[in-house]
């Protein structure tokens, strides 16, 4: 798992060309992501970035709390991927890939909300042409939904090497606990009467 050359950070270039083959579907692209503890760290560092300077902002408008509150939320949503994927990696003996799957699962989350703004283009043009908003919204977020898990499943597939059956349980368990651990501390804090689980800012 430590051989050479595992730890070396790839050029931002690299890692440009290793998104756009991975989420074109080729496997070829993990090989230009990294592998290791540096690129791992290299990968999640802007996504934990953009929610701080959140938590900073909602500060400087006088809402601590709920800036707290929200990057904490944020946070768990970050980092219970990787959590969840290595504890499956081991369990089934995978965990030789485990960083370029986590490294490549990170970088690749940043082509969802530019495929997003796509998609909110073109529901603009197909309402500008006559046709109903609503119904339009509903089946683009069902195309980016299923995008999204079929992305999270080729990674599954190809950078940990897991059978099919695997990889669609792996995509499974972290997406069910990740909205567990995010949302349940509201959900119970609503079914104990409503109250928050803080203090209001």
Not at 44 to 72: E, H, N, S
Not at 123 to 137: D, E, F, K, T, Y
Not at 150 to 179: D, M, P, S, Y
């Amino acid at each position: 798992m430590m051989g050479q050359g595992m730890n070396a950070k790839p050029g931002r270039a690299n890692i440009l060309r290793g998104i756009v083959l991975i989420c074109r579907g080729k496997a070829t692209g993990l090989a230009e992501i990294g592998n290791g503890p540096d690129p791992f760290l290299s990968s999640l560092a802007p996504m934990i970035a953009f929610p701080l300077v959140g938590c900073v902002l909602m500060g400087m408008q006088g809402r601590v709390l709920d800036g707290i509150t929200d990057f904490l939320a944020s946070l768990v949503a970050i980092l219970a991927p990787p959590v969840l994927s290595f504890s499956l990696a081991r369990r089934w003996g995978k965990e030789a890939g485990w960083f370029r799957f986590a490294t490549a699962f990170n970088w690749c989350q940043w082509i969802l909300p530019v495929l997003g703004a796509v998609l909110v283009v073109l529901a603009g043009i197909m309402v500008q042409a006559g046709l109903p908003l609503r119904p339009i919204v509903i089946v683009l977020c069902c195309l980016l939904l299923a995008y999204a898990f079929w992305l999270h499943w080729f990674l599954a597939r190809h950078a940990l090497a897991l059978t099919i059956g695997r990889a669609i349980l792996l995509v499974l368990i972290i997406n069910l606990l990740t909205i567990a651990l995010v949302a349940g501390p509201q959900l119970i804090a609503m079914a104990a009467g409503g109250a928050s689980p803080l203090p209001p800012g």
